[in-house]
């Protein structure tokens, strides 16, 4: 269970990034996140894996305070989180296996993973990953020669083979077309589904957050101003999220049409 | 790496595909490398005995350089460095207003093919052989003093600064030269309006950078008489005043330091 | 660019008056500097050598032809040694620079004190010319080839790390940002989210500094300190022109030839 009690983050230059946030997340439910640019939706994720340092509060994370770790065992628990990035954050000079097996960093030595030779259980792994999202080809190419989709899936897999509690996953669609959105979307579904895991997710699109989360939470300047169903989300409360517009092609609920590759 | 037989099965081994994929020039280019690097080490005489006995003389060397002496040959280091500066000055200038028709004669996209051909070669003369031998030359020529100092450097300016203008000037934008080439501009207002905004900020970058460079340089042209304070660290040396020698060391890093902060303050200024 | 508005007319000047006085003064200082300077010059010059120039120089040109083709065979060892000292030197130099590299740059750095360290490691090796590093090492080590090699190893370090660490400044923090998320130590970030990223900067560099160096160890000999400069200060000073011809149009070649092999493996690798 992941829980955040009063998460405050005020930055250097001033800004009031997050205002206090409390948050309970049950193990195995999908949240999605949404909000307005600005919002502070990746503050709110980089504050758990404190990628970012809160100022004030805490999150806790199976009963360890994760914002009282000293680095050796912050570094522990970022183990147990994985984290997909909007730009992929691909290493992109390094090959596709490389950079899946870069998610077990926190588990070998230096001088293993300088020269490359990871446990047998971890490129058995990555092996089967890559094959789970349809890239077992892909493995000796380099990261940069991939597509956006394609790389998405790379950082899919680099999260996952930490073999995670928790995912963090900062808008994954935003850099991507309507379909391959939806495909990286019910990939990641299914994954947390396959594997019992908790996840937030961020992302724009109000379309996608009702069709592939148990729970959405509405971040506004930093307080959460919705916390409910997809179902609950209404123009009014869309309203009160984004600000006025007009909301009723956005919620329109759209059938979805099974597309595959 | 082989796709597996059983797709139920995966690898334990992964091993990085090697940068190198024809592995017979792999190991040729290591094996190369590794033949290489003993033979020149050999070549190199290195002598044991000969660093043990130079352990000592080298810490008293050193040492001599400590504290540095700023005072005893005050107006000898002062003169010298403000001959180099001038030296640096007026070589920067003169380099650079040669290097102006020779760099657009060098471009391709400009010039007709003799043009061309014969601004590559001067750049490629002047940019083969290090200023010192220019220097060399110079002193021969010219005399011992400043003025063999200033051809040295003035043409090693050439080749460093033409072939920058040329390449730059061949990878400006195609697009807005034929725009203003429409306009039916004779050639100078062409080069004026379309090839000049496009590569004076860098240029101007590059000409602080030269000064630099050529301040430098000064300092080494004198040991073969070429004038500036290369001379005065030359004759501080020879007459084992190592103090002495130290402070001109440390004057010319603090120069080199402020022409580099004004480098980057004056880029920054330009765009 | 300034746009004035009079009673009825638009007057459009490139510069606002201000701006255009400013930059007129400066011209009127430049000016002045750079003839300050060439009074300083001319007045330290013998002009009866400079016009002298011109007989000598047709004098000297003369006397250097037809090179001394012969004299060839005794330049192999020499051109050996020039290019070990250019070769040995980089790597010399690489192997110090990259880790001053990773302490010079603002994200690498362990410690401010130790970038502040660093950038100083950078400004002097940058500011000392290699033939007076060669002057320095000639007093230590004696004269010959070594004293060579590490001169032009101590010149280039600051070159080569200040190319470097400018490159790992401008990074992608992302791709480093995402090696952190998975719970690598500081060393491992290192080498998987920064160190890919620069290593073509780092080959690349190290390319540009042997063809550059292949050229300043040509010269090491006039100090003693090993390699083809050597051969040509002697024949200089003997007066030898027909040897001073070969000496330049072997240095020429082999110039060409290190620029032309840099070129193919800066190709081949990046
Ligand atoms: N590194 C930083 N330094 C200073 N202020 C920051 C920094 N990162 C974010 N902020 C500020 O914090 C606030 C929240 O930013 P955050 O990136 O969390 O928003 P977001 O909801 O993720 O927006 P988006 O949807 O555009 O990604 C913004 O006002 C932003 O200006
Ligand atoms: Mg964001």
Redesign the interface.
């Known amino acids: 269970m992941l829980k955040l009690e009063n998460l405050t983050k005020r930055y250097n230059t001033g800004d009031l990034a997050l205002q206090g946030v409390d948050l309970e997340i049950p193990d195995g439910q999908v949240l999605a996140l949404i909000g307005p640019s600005g919002a502070g939706k990746s503050t709110l994720i980089r504050c758990v ?1 404190r ?1 970012v340092e809160p100022t004030d509060g805490s999150a806790t994370l199976n009963d360890e305070n994760l914002t009282k770790l000293s680095s050796r065992a912050l ?5 147990r ?3 997909i ?1 909007q ?1 992929y ?7 596709v ?2 950079n899946v ?7 070998v030595g ?1 001088w293993r ?2 020269f ?1 030779k ?1 446990p ?2 971890d ?2 792994e ?3 990953l890559l ?1 789970r999202v349809g890239l ?2 892909m ?2 190419k380099r990261a940069d020669e991939l597509s956006g989709g394609q790389r998405q899936r790379v ?1 899919i897999c ?1 999260a996952l083979i ?1 073999n995670p509690d928790l995912l ?1 996953v900062d808008e994954p669609t935003a850099s991507l077309d309507p379909k391959t959105s939806r495909q990286i979307m019910r990939l990641i579904n299914e994954l947390c589904a396959e594997r019992g895991l908790t996840a937030i997710i961020n992302i724009h699109d109000v379309l996608l957050a009702q069709m592939f989360s148990q729970r959405i939470v509405g971040l506004a300047l930093g307080k959460i101003v919705y916390d409910g169903s997809p179902e609950g989300l209404t123009p009014e409360v869309l309203t009160q999220i984004y600000g006025e517009e007009d909301w009723s092609a956005t919620i329109e609920k759209v059938d979805d049409e099974d597309e595959d590759d | 790496m082989g796709k597996p037989e059983n797709i139920s099965t995966y690898p334990e081994i992964w091993n990085k595909p090697p940068f190198i994929t024809n592995s017979t020039l792999r190991w040729g280019i290591i094996v190369g490398a590794v033949i290489y690097l003993i033979a020149a080490l050999a070549s190199m005489d290195i002598n044991p005995q000969r660093i043990v006995e130079g352990i000592p003389r080298g810490q008293r060397f050193i040492a001599s350089f400590f504290p540095p002496n700023f005072a005893d040959n005050r107006g000898v280091v002062w003169d010298g460095i403000l001959e180099s500066i001038w030296m640096a000055i007026i070589s920067t200038v003169v380099g650079i207003a040669l290097s102006v028709p020779i760099g657009l004669g060098a471009a391709r996209n400009l010039a007709p093919f003799w043009v061309y051909i014969t601004c590559r070669s001067i750049i490629a003369g002047s940019r083969t052989f290090p200023e010192i031998i220019l220097a060399i030359f110079a002193v021969k020529l010219f005399g011992f003093g400043p003025f063999a100092g200033f051809i040295a450097l003035s043409l090693g300016t050439i080749g460093f600064f033409a072939k920058l203008l040329a390449e730059d000037i061949e990878n400006s934008s195609e697009a807005q030269a034929e725009a203003v080439k429409t306009t039916g501009a004779n050639w100078f207002q062409w080069i004026n309006y379309s090839i000049q905004p496009q590569v004076m900020p860098r240029m101007i970058g590059l000409s602080v950078y030269r000064l630099d460079i050529n301040f430098r340089e000064s300092a080494v042209v004198g040991i073969v008489g070429g004038g500036g304070i290369g001379a005065t660290l030359n004759t501080a040396f020879s007459r084992y005043e190592f103090d002495t020698a130290a402070a001109i060391l440390v004057v010319i890093i603090v120069i080199v330091m402020v022409l580099e902060y004004a480098s980057s303050f004056l880029r920054k200024w330009v765009q | 660019m300034a746009v004035i508005k009079t009673n009825n007319e638009i007057i459009w000047k490139r510069r606002t008056t201000k701006k255009q006085l400013a930059i007129w003064l400066a011209w009127l200082v430049g000016i002045s500097i750079v003839l300050f300077a060439w009074s300083i010059i001319s007045e330290r010059t013998v002009w009866f050598f400079v016009q002298d120039a011109p007989r000598q120089a047709a004098d000297i040109g003369g006397r250097m032809v037809p090179p001394k083709w012969s004299y060839i065979s005794k330049l192999i060892t020499p051109v050996w040694d020039t290019i070990n000292i250019a070769t040995l030197g980089t790597v010399i130099a690489m192997i110090i620079a990259v880790p001053v590299a990773f302490c010079a740059a603002r994200n690498t750095t362990p410690h401010s004190t130790v970038r502040v360290v660093a950038l100083f490691i950078i400004v002097s090796s940058r500011s000392v010319n290699s033939l007076i590093w060669a002057l320095m090492l000639v007093f230590i080590l004696g004269p010959g080839v070594l004293a060579g090699t590490i001169a032009i190893g101590l010149r280039s370090i600051g070159f080569c790390a200040k190319l470097i660490y400018e490159s790992i400044e401008e990074i992608d923090e992302n791709q480093v940002e995402a090696i952190k998320a998975t719970g690598a130590s500081n060393l491992q970030r290192m080498t998987y989210g920064i160190l890919p990223q620069v290593l073509p900067t780092i080959a690349g560099v190290g390319i540009y500094r042997w063809d550059i160096n292949i050229r300043e160890s040509t010269i090491l000999g006039l100090v003693g300190a090993g390699g083809i400069g050597l051969q040509l200060s002697a024949s200089i000073n003997t007066l030898a022109w027909t040897q001073v011809s070969t000496i330049l149009l072997v240095i020429l070649v082999t110039v060409f030839i290190s620029e032309w092999v840099s070129a193919k493996v800066r190709g081949a690798i990046i």
Request: glycine share 8%; charged share 35%; net charge positive.
């Open positions: 894996n990628l570094r522990r628990a970022r183990r989180m994985g984290m990035f730009e954050a691909l290493v992109e000079r390094l090959t296996m490389e097996l870069s998610g077990r960093l926190g588990y230096f993973s300088y490359r990871f047998k259980d490129v058995r990555a092996f089967r094959d077992l080809e493995a000796d950082g680099r930490q963090l």
